[in-house]
């Protein structure tokens, strides 16, 4: 079944919306006029807590902002995204990444064909790899346990998993990873550079077999493997993830060493899949289980729960509110744990992928703003990097604050200092400091009046910025895959309320075939390609 295709401008609660907007939201006032404020607006769920209460909204805004998903018909596009509906219609594909960590009553099916035994067997071959792999069952060409690990992907290939290997750095068992994806051959060579052929095990990694960055630099490590062994023992030492098995097999890799991936997981989505292979291996096969549990668990909340308990709907709703009505054209992830250093790049291909679109479902250009852009750096550091321009630029952005209440080593000094930076920022950003404090500050300080004068204006600070706070128990297995899993079901919400396709990626595509054009143009001794004279110049400048 299709997802509904009605422009939301239409609606009777978008327009509610537009009028509300026009009104001021100041969030202290807020907080002073009703005590329960923090208890309305969160949510619990298990080990999570999200506290919404300091965004800019109100009873009135926030009921709206439901009815938008209701007359959305967000509930069918749920049923419809679980069951396995073609909701990518534009590729012809259901979206199922949820099918990969869903047990067995969930399961899911594609063209009347249950998906379950399937994707169980895929499971359990990685299970087994992995395993074989940490306990040395599983040897190099040289008869040596394995070392190191490197993925060789990019885009979703890449970004899922190394974001994930790195959250779980504590939980990793001895061999190191490392990943390859920019077609940049520094990267690859400054990578190879440390590794040992005899010890590296490769897992190439794509979807579609056929990307450009991905294939060079697995042609380029094969050759350096092949400066040591021989082309019998490629077979030890690398395997291939994909859905397009010829073509693997082509590259030389053995058929029992590839791991297939199915074309209705997008690829941005496939970390749950064999495009996972990196993180079972690296963090073990119990520890990437529980990864898809906590996914599984995600995935329930957000099928089961009433949309104003349901933690992805809500997120999704408070960025369309800030996104379409108050003008923000950024939102910014903080998490308080350095392991989530990879979360923002991670999500900006999630979400900016699946939603930079202007084209709605009806294949007509849309009238209003759709997906945001997403950036973000761990706390305490982005503090004194970008934190400035939150608390007193001119620009409205909105912010998840994610924090852990324990740590994973146990220092609990460092961890308290920590999350006092956490809850001071989000309550700083909120309060502001008035003209009245900063005079009382300055006068405490010893200043005279006319320097108090000079001074006030530039130590004001506006407040009324407004953040939502995650917090959850520990960074486990567990809890990342909840994580993951919310954010993805965010990014759909907000694609079926934007009356866009999510799942396809056609500009990107754009820029794929253009490179190969140009490449042609850069080898050959002319130039075949028509190009505009400033890449003409460029070009010619280059080849000079
Ligand atoms: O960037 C475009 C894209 O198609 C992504 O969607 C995908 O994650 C990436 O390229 C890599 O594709 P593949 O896994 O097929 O190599």
Same mark, same amino acid.
Request: proline letters at 3%; a negative charge.
């Given at each position: 079944?299709?997802?509904?295709?009605?422009?939301?401008?239409?609606?009777?609660?978008?327009?509610?919306?537009?009028?509300?907007?026009?009104?001021?939201?100041?969030?202290?006032?807020?907080?002073?006029?009703?005590?329960?404020?923090?208890?309305?607006?969160?949510?619990?769920?298990?080990?999570?807590?999200?506290?919404?209460?300091?965004?800019?909204?109100?009873?009135?805004?926030?009921?709206?902002?439901?009815?938008?998903?209701?007359?959305?018909?967000?509930?069918?596009?749920?049923?419809?995204?679980?069951?396995?509906?073609?909701?990518?219609?534009?590729?012809?594909?259901?979206?199922?990444?949820?099918?990969?960590?869903?047990?067995?009553?969930?399961?899911?099916?594609?063209?009347?064909?249950?998906?379950?035994?399937?994707?169980?067997?895929?499971?359990?071959?990685? /299970?087994? *790899?992995? $395993?074989? =792999? +940490?306990? @040395?069952?599983?040897? !190099?060409?040289? &008869? /040596?346990? *394995?070392? $190191?690990? =490197? +993925?060789? @992907?990019?885009?979703? !290939?890449?970004? &899922?998993?190394?974001?994930?290997?790195?959250?779980?750095?504590?939980?990793?068992?001895?061999?190191?990873?490392?990943?390859?994806?920019?077609?940049?051959?520094?990267?690859?060579?400054?990578?190879?550079?440390?590794?040992?052929?005899?010890?590296?095990?490769?897992?190439?990694?794509?979807?579609?077999?056929?990307?450009?960055?991905?294939?060079?630099?697995?042609?380029?490590?094969?050759?350096?493997?092949?400066?040591?062994?021989?082309?019998?023992?490629?077979?030890?030492?690398?395997?291939?993830?994909?859905?397009?098995?010829?073509?693997?097999?082509?590259?030389?890799?053995?058929?029992?060493?590839?791991?297939?991936?199915?074309?209705?997981?997008?690829?941005?989505?496939?970390?749950?899949?064999?495009?996972?292979?990196?993180?079972?291996?690296?963090?073990?096969?119990?520890?990437?289980?529980?990864?898809?549990?906590?996914?599984?668990?995600?995935?329930?909340?957000?099928?089961?729960?009433?949309?104003?308990?349901?933690?992805?709907?809500?997120?999704?709703?408070?960025?369309?509110?800030?996104?379409?009505?108050?003008?923000?054209?950024?939102?910014?992830?903080?998490?308080?744990?350095?392991?989530?250093?990879?979360?923002?790049?991670?999500?900006?291909?999630?979400?900016?992928?699946?939603?930079?679109?202007?084209?709605?479902?009806?294949?007509?250009?849309?009238?209003?703003?759709?997906?945001?852009?997403?950036?973000?750096?761990?706390?305490?550091?982005?503090?004194?990097?970008?934190?400035?321009?939150?608390?007193?630029?001119?620009?409205?952005?909105?912010?998840?604050?994610?924090?852990?209440?324990?740590?994973?080593?146990?220092?609990?000094?460092?961890?308290?200092?920590?999350?006092?930076?956490?809850?001071?920022?989000?309550?700083?950003?909120?309060?502001?400091?008035?003209?009245?404090?900063?005079?009382?500050?300055?006068?405490?300080?010893?200043?005279?009046?006319?320097?108090?004068?000079?001074?006030?204006?530039?130590?004001?600070?506006?407040?009324?910025?407004?953040?939502?706070?995650?917090?959850?128990?520990?960074?486990?297995?567990?809890?990342?895959?909840?994580?993951?899993?919310?954010?993805?079901?965010?990014?759909?919400?907000?694609?079926?309320?934007?009356?866009?396709?999510?799942?396809?990626?056609?500009?990107?595509?754009?820029?794929?075939?253009?490179?190969?054009?140009?490449?042609?143009?850069?080898?050959?001794?002319?130039?075949?390609?028509?190009?505009?004279?400033?890449?003409?110049?460029?070009?010619?400048?280059?080849?000079?």
């Amino acid at each position: 079944m299709s997802l509904q295709s009605l422009p939301p401008v239409n609606f009777k609660s978008w327009k509610e919306l537009e009028s509300l907007s026009k009104h001021k939201f100041e969030l202290n006032a807020l907080f002073n006029a009703n005590p329960k404020r923090f208890q309305e607006f969160s949510i619990q769920n298990e080990d999570i807590l999200v506290d919404f209460s300091k965004n800019l909204i109100d009873e009135e805004v926030f009921s709206q902002l439901l009815k938008l998903a209701e007359e959305a018909d967000l509930k069918k596009s749920i049923k419809s995204y679980f069951e396995g509906d073609k909701i990518n219609e534009t590729e012809g594909r259901a979206v199922l990444h949820t099918a990969l960590r869903s047990s067995e009553n969930n399961s899911a099916t594609v063209d009347g064909k249950e998906v379950y035994t399937d994707v169980q067997s895929v499971l359990t071959k990685m /299970k087994t *790899f992995a $395993d074989q =792999v +940490n306990s @040395g069952e599983r040897k !190099s060409y040289a &008869g /040596k346990k *394995f070392t $190191d690990v =490197v +993925n060789i @992907g990019i885009g979703g !290939s890449d970004l &899922g998993p190394q974001m994930i290997v790195d959250a779980l750095a504590y939980y990793q068992e001895d061999i190191k990873p490392h990943f390859i994806s920019n077609v940049d051959g520094d990267h690859v060579l400054e990578t190879l550079k440390h590794l040992n052929p005899e010890t590296t095990l490769f897992l190439i990694v794509s979807k579609s077999f056929s990307t450009q960055e991905t294939l060079t630099n697995a042609n380029t490590v094969r050759d350096w493997f092949l400066k040591s062994a021989t082309q019998a023992d490629v077979k030890d030492n690398f395997v291939a993830v994909s859905t397009n098995i010829s073509a693997v097999e082509d590259f030389g890799i053995d058929t029992e060493n590839i791991f297939p991936m199915y074309d209705w997981v997008g690829g941005r989505f496939s970390l749950w899949s064999a495009a996972g292979l990196s993180i079972a291996v690296s963090v073990g096969s119990g520890n990437f289980q529980d990864l898809l549990d906590g996914a599984e668990d995600m995935d329930q909340h957000f099928k089961t729960s009433e949309f104003e308990h349901n933690i992805p709907v809500v997120l999704a709703l408070l960025g369309i509110w800030y996104n379409n009505f108050l003008g923000a054209e950024s939102e910014a992830i903080i998490p308080y744990t350095q392991y989530l250093q990879k979360l923002a790049p991670y999500l900006q291909q999630a979400s900016m992928e699946s939603n930079g679109k202007s084209v709605d479902r009806a294949g007509n250009k849309v009238n209003y703003q759709t997906g945001t852009i997403v950036w973000g750096e761990p706390g305490t550091n982005s503090q004194h990097a970008f934190f400035q321009l939150i608390h007193q630029g001119t620009k409205l952005i909105p912010s998840d604050f994610i924090g852990f209440k324990k740590s994973l080593h146990g220092n609990s000094k460092h961890h308290d200092i920590l999350m006092a930076n956490y809850f001071a920022q989000t309550e700083a950003l909120m309060k502001g400091k008035s003209e009245d404090e900063v005079h009382a500050e300055l006068e405490n300080q010893g200043l005279s009046p006319e320097e108090i004068q000079n001074l006030l204006p530039f130590k004001v600070f506006e407040g009324n910025k407004p953040t939502t706070s995650l917090l959850i128990d520990t960074l486990t297995p567990k809890s990342l895959g909840k994580l993951v899993s919310m954010y993805e079901h965010k990014i759909f919400v907000q694609g079926v309320i934007w009356n866009i396709f999510s799942y396809d990626q056609w500009g990107v595509e754009l820029g794929k075939q253009l490179a190969e054009n140009t490449l042609r143009d850069i080898q050959s001794d002319t130039i075949e390609n028509q190009h505009d004279s400033s890449t003409t110049e460029l070009l010619n400048y280059y080849k000079s």
